[in-house]
C-alpha cells in the first residue's frame, strides 16, 4: 500500500504556488489600473488610457475566474465546466476588443474570435440548463 503523505503536501505546495502567481497577477493588474487614474484626466491620450483599462479589467476577471478554478480543483480534486467557460469567455471578449480597438484591425481574426464566443456561449447556455435539470429532478 502506497503512503500518499508526499504526493498531498507536493499537491498542496503547487496549489499554493499557483494562487500566489494568480494572485500576484491581480495584484500587479490592479496596481496597473490605478496608475491608469491621473492619465486619464490628460484629454488627449483619454480614448487610448481607457482601452488599456477596459483590457487590463477584463484581464483581472480572467484572473479570478482562472483562480476560482485552480482553488476548486485543489479543495475538490474536480474541476468546475462553468469556471473555465466563463473564464474563456472574458479572455475572448477582452481579445475581442482589443482587436476592435487595435490601429490594425482584421475583420477576419474579430469574426473568427465571436465566432468561438457564439460556441462558448452556446455551450455555457446548456451546461447552465443541463446543471439545472440534474437538480431540479
Not at 498531498?8 to 500576484?24: D, G, N, R
Not at 492619465?39 to 479589467?57: H, I, K, P
Not at 485552480?70 to 473564464?87: G, H, I, M, N, P
Amino acid at each position: 500500500m502506497r503512503n500518499y503523505k508526499y504526493e498531498q503536501l507536493a499537491l498542496k505546495a503547487a496549489a499554493a504556488v499557483m494562487m500566489a502567481v494568480l494572485f500576484v497577477g491581480i495584484v500587479i493588474s490592479i496596481a496597473g489600473i490605478v496608475s491608469y487614474l491621473p492619465r486619464m484626466l490628460n484629454y488627449s491620450s483619454l480614448e487610448r488610457t481607457l482601452q488599456q483599462f477596459v483590457a487590463d479589467l477584463l484581464y483581472i476577471l480572467v484572473l479570478m475566474e482562472l483562480m476560482a478554478l485552480v482553488s476548486q480543483y485543489f479543495t475538490e480534486a474536480r474541476v468546475k465546466l462553468e469556471y473555465a467557460l466563463d473564464a474563456a469567455i472574458v479572455f475572448i471578449v477582452r481579445e475581442i476588443l482589443i482587436y476592435v480597438y487595435s490601429e490594425s484591425f482584421a475583420l477576419l481574426n474579430v469574426v473568427t474570435l465571436a465566432s468561438f464566443l457564439t460556441i462558448l456561449i452556446a455551450s455555457r447556455i446548456v451546461l447552465a440548463r443541463c446543471t439545472a435539470m440534474r437538480s431540479a429532478g
